[in-house]
């Protein structure tokens, strides 16, 4: 991982074979600790997350925010001069060379795998290694090492590693300076109280933030070796603390950061799946982390291109539902939105290339993340690239185009032999029902009267500013099936859609639409349909 001191990154994609699409994953590379300003109230009954600050977007391989922008895998869109990274983990550093603690008084241990991949052993601890292979005598002066005389060799591994770095440029060194000074604060304090869980973890940060001034170019192991003492460290102050979500979230990181070096190895998978588990149990301790959500999909996502054909798309779905998880918790949450919108182009490529069907409705539900993430953000070249690539998959001049079954307008609560199957279509200005079997007769502007004269009494139509909430919902009194209820200023809407995957696409697509009403961006969306 890459650590900037913009929280936002992207992870390239892997472009699939039909049009390049540009995806590059967004993955929040943001430490725990550094918290988005929450949005504006949107639609729905859910608490939402802090906004973000607003990153400058670079075209990573994937998307991930490092934000972790998109990674290769599914539909990616990639910008050539541009970087998907996760959320930079950086530890609050003061000019007088302070690092202020990030962290809570809390934790929990998720085990990291000291022995797979590749270790960097001391000379002390590779001679002790053999010695005990060779059956030495356990009173080797070695095996006699006390704690301490551990603790402070593993001490000194560290600030080695940390002295070794000197930045790639003037703004990189005196970083580094102040990274190294905060390093031996918190070696002191850890001499002190070796218990110190804050120290640890601190320390830690300092040792993957040092990772990021590395020089890419560079071929030396050191990058490798302070991530990897960072997931030691982080390792010990879980154990000491197993409720410090922070730590998990950050040691997450770290790990993506060492699999992306492994390419599509075994020794990557293990990461990947190691880098899960932390996102998992990050997730766990602190539930209300769209960051950690979307990280973990791009985690999932990354997997999904290495491990056998017959587990892929499993982890992908799964991938899938993380995305969709931040997004509820934070509406205008656009990297996630993309992200989402490329894992679905990646998945309908999928089943293209295994043989089935053309799945328009995927390619059309991707479509219509994009867009969402571009109204979000129009200043983002990655998602205007992937629009472009996109766009044509939509209903045009909609949004989008389904079926749902509704009552009829003006009775919420009718007879279920009343409730009739209808098409619907929604637009930058809202949800309306059309009877006509002919689509191409519906209005495109949902203010006006149809063309044929149908009369506004006789449709369901729901206007964006007049939306309160949007939710599934589940009632006695409603016909048997996924149903949706969208909450008005006029009384509630309430719609039965075709299946549970048909209910997720509707709910998010209203949501996506009265969010981007919501951040003043519905000219930009109606620019998108219309022109």
Same mark, same amino acid.
């Given at each position: 991982?890459?650590?900037?001191?913009?929280?936002?990154?992207?992870?390239?994609?892997?472009?699939?074979?039909?049009?390049?699409?540009?995806?590059?994953?967004?993955?929040?590379?943001?430490?725990?600790?550094?918290?988005?300003?929450?949005?504006?109230?949107?639609?729905?009954? +859910?608490?939402?997350?802090? &906004?973000?600050?607003?990153?400058?977007?670079?075209?990573?391989?994937?998307? $991930?925010?490092?934000?972790?922008?998109?990674?290769? +895998?599914?539909?990616?869109?990639?910008?050539?001069?541009?970087?998907?990274?996760?959320?930079?983990?950086?530890?609050?550093i003061h000019s007088n060379g302070e690092v202020?603690?990030?962290?809570?008084?809390?934790?929990?241990?998720?085990?990291? &795998?000291?022995?797979?991949?590749?270790?960097?052993?001391?000379?002390?601890?590779?001679?002790?290694?053999?010695?005990?292979?060779?059956?030495?005598?356990?009173?080797?002066?070695?095996?006699?090492?006390?704690?301490?005389?551990?603790?402070?060799?593993?001490?000194?591994?560290?600030?080695?590693?940390?002295?070794?770095?000197?930045?790639?440029?003037?703004?990189?060194?005196? &970083?580094?300076?102040?990274?190294?000074?905060?390093?031996?604060?918190?070696?002191?304090?850890?001499?002190?109280?070796?218990?110190?869980?804050?120290?640890?973890?601190?320390?830690?940060?300092?040792?993957?933030?040092?990772?990021?001034?590395?020089?890419?170019?560079? /071929?030396?192991?050191?990058?490798?070796?302070?991530?990897?003492?960072?997931?030691?460290?982080?390792?010990?102050?879980?154990?000491?603390?197993?409720?410090?979500?922070?730590?998990?979230?950050?040691?997450?990181?770290?790990?993506?950061?060492? +699999?992306?070096?492994?390419?599509?190895?075994?020794?990557?998978?293990?990461?990947?799946? =190691?880098?899960?588990?932390?996102?998992?149990?990050?997730? =766990?301790?602190?539930?209300?982390?769209? =960051?950690?959500?979307?990280?973990?999909?791009?985690?999932?996502?990354?997997?999904?291109?290495?491990?056998?054909?017959?587990?892929?798309?499993?982890?992908?779905?799964?991938?899938?539902?993380?995305?969709?998880?931040?997004?509820?918790?934070?509406?205008?949450?656009?990297?996630?939105?993309?992200?989402?919108?490329?894992?679905?182009?990646?998945?309908?490529?999928?089943?293209?290339?295994?043989?089935?069907?053309?799945?328009?409705?995927?390619?059309? =539900?991707?479509?219509?993340?994009?867009? $969402?993430?571009?109204?979000?953000?129009?200043?983002?070249?990655?998602?205007?690239?992937?629009?472009?690539?996109? &766009?044509?998959?939509?209903?045009?001049?909609?949004?989008?185009?389904?079926?749902? /079954? +509704?009552?009829?307008?003006?009775?919420? #609560?009718?007879?279920?032999?009343?409730?009739?199957?209808?098409?619907?279509?929604?637009?930058?200005?809202?949800?309306?029902?059309?009877?006509?079997?002919?689509?191409?007769q519906a209005p495109q502007n949902l203010s006006?009267?149809?063309?044929?004269?149908?009369?506004?009494?006789?449709?369901?139509?729901?206007?964006?500013?007049?939306?309160?909430?949007?939710?599934?919902?589940?009632?006695?009194?409603?016909?048997?099936g996924p149903a949706l209820c969208v909450d008005?200023?006029?009384?509630?809407?309430?719609? #039965?859609?075709?299946?549970?995957?048909?209910?997720?696409?509707?709910?998010?697509?209203?949501?996506?639409?009265? /969010?981007?009403?919501?951040?003043?961006?519905?000219?930009?969306?109606?620019?998108?349909?219309?022109?």
């Amino acid at each position: 991982m890459s650590t900037n001191e913009d929280p936002e990154f992207q992870d390239a994609l892997e472009l699939p074979p039909a049009p390049p699409l540009p995806t590059a994953p967004v993955s929040d590379s943001t430490t725990a600790g550094q918290q988005e300003s929450s949005p504006e109230n949107v639609p729905e009954s +859910a608490s939402q997350a802090n &906004r973000e600050s607003e990153p400058d977007a670079e075209v990573p391989e994937a998307v $991930a925010e490092h934000e972790s922008e998109p990674t290769p +895998a599914p539909p990616a869109i990639i910008d050539s001069d541009s970087k998907v990274v996760e959320e930079p983990k950086e530890a609050a550093i003061h000019s007088n060379g302070e690092v202020e603690a990030q962290s809570n008084d809390q934790a929990g241990r998720a085990q990291l &795998r000291k022995d797979e991949g590749n270790r960097t052993f001391t000379m002390r601890e590779l001679l002790t290694e053999l010695k005990t292979e060779e059956g030495e005598d356990a009173g080797s002066p070695y095996s006699q090492e006390t704690p301490q005389q551990h603790a402070a060799e593993q001490t000194n591994a560290a600030m080695e590693l940390i002295n070794s770095i000197t930045g790639v440029d003037e703004e990189g060194r005196s &970083r580094q300076r102040i990274l190294t000074f905060a390093a031996k604060r918190y070696a002191s304090a850890i001499e002190r109280n070796p218990d110190d869980y804050d120290a640890l973890y601190n320390w830690a940060l300092v040792l993957q933030e040092s990772a990021d001034n590395v020089n890419p170019e560079s /071929t030396s192991p050191s990058k490798d070796a302070l991530l990897e003492e960072a997931c030691k460290k982080y390792d010990e102050a879980t154990r000491l603390c197993p409720s410090l979500h922070d730590a998990f979230y950050n040691w997450a990181i770290a790990i993506s950061d060492r +699999a992306k070096m492994r390419g599509r190895t075994k020794e990557a998978e293990e990461l990947w799946k =190691q880098a899960t588990k932390n996102y998992e149990k990050a997730v =766990q301790l602190n539930w209300n982390s769209p =960051q950690a959500l979307n990280n973990w999909g791009l985690a999932l996502q990354e997997l999904s291109a290495i491990v056998p054909a017959r587990e892929k798309q499993t982890i992908v779905r799964t991938a899938i539902s993380k995305f969709r998880a931040a997004i509820r918790l934070q509406f205008d949450f656009h990297r996630a939105i993309y992200n989402l919108g490329t894992v679905l182009y990646g998945l309908a490529e999928d089943m293209l290339r295994a043989g089935a069907a053309t799945n328009n409705e995927l390619y059309s =539900q991707s479509a219509i993340y994009i867009a $969402a993430a571009h109204a979000l953000k129009p200043s983002y070249s990655v998602y205007s690239s992937a629009l472009r690539l996109v &766009r044509s998959m939509l209903p045009l001049p909609y949004l989008k185009v389904g079926y749902l /079954t +509704a009552p009829p307008a003006g009775q919420p #609560i009718a007879p279920h032999s009343d409730w009739k199957r209808s098409q619907f279509v929604l637009n930058h200005e809202g949800l309306q029902q059309y009877n006509k079997p002919d689509l191409k007769q519906a209005p495109q502007n949902l203010s006006r009267r149809s063309a044929d004269g149908t009369n506004d009494k006789k449709a369901i139509k729901v206007e964006v500013p007049d939306i309160i909430s949007v939710s599934a919902c589940a009632d006695l009194t409603l016909p048997r099936g996924p149903a949706l209820c969208v909450d008005t200023i006029h009384g509630p809407v309430y719609l #039965i859609a075709d299946s549970w995957e048909y209910l997720d696409g509707w709910l998010d697509a209203i949501r996506l639409v009265y /969010t981007i009403y919501a951040r003043g961006k519905s000219d930009v969306l109606a620019s998108i349909v219309t022109s």
